[in-house]
């Protein structure tokens, strides 16, 4: 009998990942005729037909707890797939952690992880991984009792050159009665992270403060002032540095780049690694101590002024003209 | 040691650093396998790691290339597209005071520049990486190495630095640990002041005869109109802007009619606490004949890097099994002629020969170091550093005994009136400020510059992110003496302004720009305390392209 290989589809939304496709690959080229494909959950129909022709067996499988998505509902699943079809190999996506890691544990098994090719020989396949975030490359053989569990690297690009097995797979529908309905944990929405301050991006007023504003009171005077021209209060590398803003507010060459109507430098030196992100502004207005800050020379209006005094005194006339 | 281990990689040869030592160890090695002479050893069983993102971006040097272990490494090199700028077509050395300027007589003869080339060699680097990789070698690069894997005594390979850590340094989500390599043969070519050779220094207590002294290079290349200097000229200066107590000097390369590559070296051993590297490179720029030079032209690039002064004596005698030191690393510098290159170059080919000994059983692996430094002591290369073994010495006692001592040096071929003249490292010179804070240079932007637009120009980054990578030992020594005894010196000789001062309401503290670090590590020479420590980063550095 020849070797059998579990392949676990990955899919999102209506679609199967591309990922899927080089994993198809590699399991190919393990050498087995029989490559079965398992669906996890309520897979729509267009992800059944990309791995038609990828495979020589699919398996649809469902069962309580399958749609929570969760690397612990496949865990149960694979398990329950490698004992009834007793696999050499199980190739799996490398397009998370949760799932590979459990089967392993479970099997007491290592994981051969992150793959990005295999080459085959006499004495069993041997697979190239990539180690240390992509810079080296390291070759491993497996060792010890099947099934031996492999993860593939994202655009591993075994797909390209991988033609499919002859004809198309034959699908098998799978009810896993006996899976847990309840798990520890579940998949929610995935989350967006934050749009790096676009806000700062789009603004027509900035107000950036630089080291000469001198401390965290300082900052919030100016974010007074900010609030009552109806502008984004930002920072220079050092304001950031000190915490007194957070790193997104950052304005220069290592952090956001702006344009706005009008820049409003409080206490920024101009160092050129400032400028780089601001220098396009329609108007500039500097206040700084220091008559040879670098600022000046991009200033359309330079004020020499301890911000210390000039500051109070500019939040108490915008204030008394009424709000922006 | 943290709970997680990295993943084991062996491989028969490993090379730290991709700069012309490393690479011509490498490319010669290659040679020697193709052509069957290194027994088993195949091309691709050579790795070559670097902590630069590519091959050139942390190199620097001024550069006058003697072409002499070129030619024995690539006969055909100028066939092979070696990238020279000009040869060398005009020579002078020059005493300068702050307006005026001398020439010294037939003081070329210092330097043997007949037949040399101007190069810029960032670029000769890229050269060099490409021939290794042709001849199957492979260079790999963003890998920085953390610490020497020792075990029973011996060198067996390199942890490279653990990747995807916290700003406070504990493991972040995409943490992973740093990979073992094994190499049967490690070559340490990691450049001036390497850390794991420095490492291996600390580890085994290698010593040369002297304590290794070292200098700092400043350097700018700029476009300036052409027709101000023929393609080709070479300068060397003495005097303005340093102190005739001090060693060191300016040069300016035209390494073609619209290009200059420009600098300052100074000795790593002034004694003036409040001097400040960065400043004199600016003062010297407004020399009447510097400034006339660049008036008009734009700064292309800035950078600073130390090399090692302390000659012969300096390099340390033991070798320790598995692992050569080749290069500036293990301190081979001519600094009569003011070159390593070529001595890099050669002591890299040097180790490759060695080497293959090894694997073609010609050699018991321990007998490496040993047969190694046999190889040198043969070699055209020791003949040079011989010659020039008490020069630097020389200067010790400042500029005018220095040339005193240099102009007998010459009629004496080397040796002076003694055999060996001491040295003493940099950081035990530094004397207490006493003498004020120099007057503050204000730049015009134009031909002088801060620091932070000077910085900006070495096109150095760090991502963000990541642990500091200079580390204070013990931070209350910065405040409680550093401030009284030596006015925190690290504000002025960092060339990137690493280190700042800041008295806020808080107090005074340090403040480090590890962003800012231009990995030439005159911190951790200089620091009088030996209080800093230059670790080697997760990722980043400068972009130096052709310095």
Same mark, same amino acid.
């Given at each position: ?40 959950? %309520? ?51 490398? +397009? @998370? ?114 080291? @000469? ?32 803003? %957070? ?27 400032? +400028? ?31 911000? @210390? ?16 | ?18 700069? !012309? ?5 490498? #490319? ?20 070559? &790691? ?60 210092? /330097? ?28 790999? $690069? ?5 610490? *020497? ?50 490492? *291996? ?44 107590? $001090? ?20 000795? #790593?051993?002034?004694?003036? =606490? ?19 030079? #660049? ?19 300096? &390099? ?12 500036? =690393? ?7 002629? $003011? ?32 047969? /190694? ?33 240099? =102009? *007998? ?12 003249? !001491? ?25 002088? /510059? ?16 990541? !642990? ?24 002025? /000789? ?47 550095? !400068?972009?130096?392209? =052709?310095?």
């Amino acid at each position: 009998m020849s070797a059998t290989t579990l392949l676990i589809a990955e899919w999102r939304g209506s679609e199967l990942h591309p990922v899927t496709r080089d994993a198809a690959a590699l399991a190919r080229r393990l050498g087995g005729e029989r490559v079965v494909a398992v669906v996890l959950g %309520p897979a729509p129909a267009a992800v059944t037909a990309a791995l038609a022709p990828l495979v020589s067996e699919i398996r649809l499988v469902d069962g309580p707890g399958l749609s929570l998505g969760s690397g612990e509902a496949a865990c149960h699943a694979c398990d329950e797939l490698i004992r009834r079809l007793r696999p050499d190999w199980v190739v799996i996506p490398g +397009t @998370g952690y949760d799932l590979a890691p459990r089967v392993a544990a479970r099997w007491r098994r290592s994981v051969i992880a992150n793959c990005a090719a295999v080459e085959t020989g006499v004495d069993g396949p041997t697979f190239i991984r990539s180690v240390y975030q992509g810079r080296l490359l390291a070759r491993v053989r497996p060792v010890g009792e099947p099934p031996h569990l492999v993860t593939v690297e994202p655009g591993a690009g075994g797909a390209a050159d991988g033609e499919g097995l002859a004809g198309q797979a034959v699908i098998e529908q799978l009810h896993l009665a006996s899976l847990p309905a309840e798990t520890a944990t579940s998949l929610e929405e995935p989350v967006t992270p934050h749009a790096r301050s676009s806000s700062l991006r789009d603004a027509g007023v900035v107000v950036a403060v630089g080291r @000469g504003i001198r401390s965290q009171e300082g900052v919030e005077l100016a974010g007074r002032l900010a609030q009552l021209l109806g502008a984004e209060l930002a920072g220079s590398r050092p304001v950031c540095d000190e915490g007194w803003l %957070p790193a997104d507010r950052q304005i220069g060459s290592s952090g956001v780049t702006v344009a706005p109507h009008l820049y409003l430098a409080l206490g920024v030196s101009g160092a050129i690694q400032h +400028t780089m992100g601001m220098h396009q502004s329609r108007r500039i207005v500097a206040i700084n101590r220091d008559p040879n800050a670098p600022i000046f020379r991009i200033a359309d209006i330079a004020v020499i002024a301890d911000l @210390g005094e000039i500051l109070p005194e500019l939040i108490r006339s915008l204030e008394q003209a009424g709000p922006a | 040691m943290t709970a997680a281990t990295g993943e084991r990689l062996e491989t028969p040869v490993l090379i730290v650093g991709a700069g !012309p030592a490393g690479l011509a160890c490498a #490319l010669r090695l290659a040679q020697l396998a193709a052509a069957g002479t290194a027994g088993t050893l195949s091309p691709d069983d050579i790795h070559v &790691i670097d902590k630069a993102y590519a091959p050139g971006m942390h190199t620097l040097s001024g550069a006058v290339l003697d072409p002499v272990a070129l030619a024995e490494l690539v006969p055909d090199y100028a066939e092979q597209g070696f990238p020279f700028e000009a040869p060398v077509s005009e020579e002078r050395l020059l005493f300068v005071t702050k307006r005026r300027t001398w020439r010294i007589p037939f003081a070329e003869r210092l /330097f043997g520049n007949d037949g040399c080339h101007l190069v810029a060699l960032g670029k000769v680097v890229q050269w060099l990486a490409a021939q290794a990789e042709a001849a199957g070698v492979n260079v790999l $690069m963003g890998v920085g190495g953390a610490e *020497l894997l020792i075990e029973d005594g011996r060198v067996a390979g390199v942890r490279t630095v653990d990747r995807g850590r916290n700003p406070d340094g504990t493991p972040g989500t995409q943490f992973e640990p740093g990979a073992e390599l094994h190499g049967r043969v490690t070559v340490l070519a990691e450049g001036a002041y390497g850390s794991l050779t420095q490492q *291996l220094r600390e580890d085994f207590h290698l010593a040369g005869d002297n304590p290794q002294v070292y200098a700092l290079g400043l350097k700018e290349l700029w476009d300036v109109p052409a027709g101000r200097l023929r393609a080709g000229t070479v300068w060397h200066s003495l005097g303005y802007p340093l102190d005739p107590s $001090m060693y060191g000097g300016g040069w300016m390369y035209a390494l073609r009619e619209d290009r200059v590559s420009l600098g300052l070296v100074v000795g #790593l051993h002034y004694p003036d =606490a409040a001097f400040d590297p960065h400043a004199a490179l600016q003062r010297y720029k407004r020399h009447p004949r510097v400034s006339a030079l #660049l008036e008009g032209g734009r700064l292309l690039r800035y950078g600073a890097k130390v090399l090692p002064a302390g000659g012969l004596w300096a &390099i340390p005698k033991a070798g320790v099994p598995g692992v050569l030191a080749v290069g500036d =690393a293990a301190g081979y510098v001519d600094m009569q002629r $003011m070159k390593g290159i070529h001595l890099a170059m050669k002591t890299g080919m040097l180790a490759a020969d060695a080497a293959a000994g090894v694997f073609s059983g010609a050699v018991d692996v321990d007998e490496l170091p040993s047969d /190694f430094a046999a190889r040198v002591r043969t070699s055209w290369a020791w003949s040079e550093m011989w010659k020039a073994r008490n020069y630097h010495q020389g200067f010790s006692a400042g500029l005018y005994r220095g040339l005193a001592h240099a =102009a *007998l040096q010459l009629v004496t071929r080397g040796r002076g009136v003694r055999g060996r003249y !001491p040295d003493h490292p940099g950081h035990e010179r530094l004397m207490p400020n006493r003498t004020g804070t120099p007057q503050a240079l204000v730049p015009d932007e134009q031909v002088t /510059f801060s620091r932070e637009t000077s910085v900006f120009h070495s096109g150095t980054r760090h991502e963000e992110g990541q !642990p500091a990578h200079l580390l204070i030992a013990e931070p209350g020594i910065c405040h409680d003496r550093c401030t009284q005894e030596f006015g925190n010196p690290c504000t002025r /000789f960092c060339p990137a302004g690493v280190y700042e001062w800041q008295e806020d309401p808080s107090g005074a503290h340090a403040k480090i720009n590890a962003a800012n670090c231009l990995h030439c590590k005159t911190c951790e020479i200089m620091d009088p305390y030996r209080n800093i420590r230059w670790t080697v980063p997760e990722n980043g550095g !400068p972009r130096y392209e =052709a310095m």
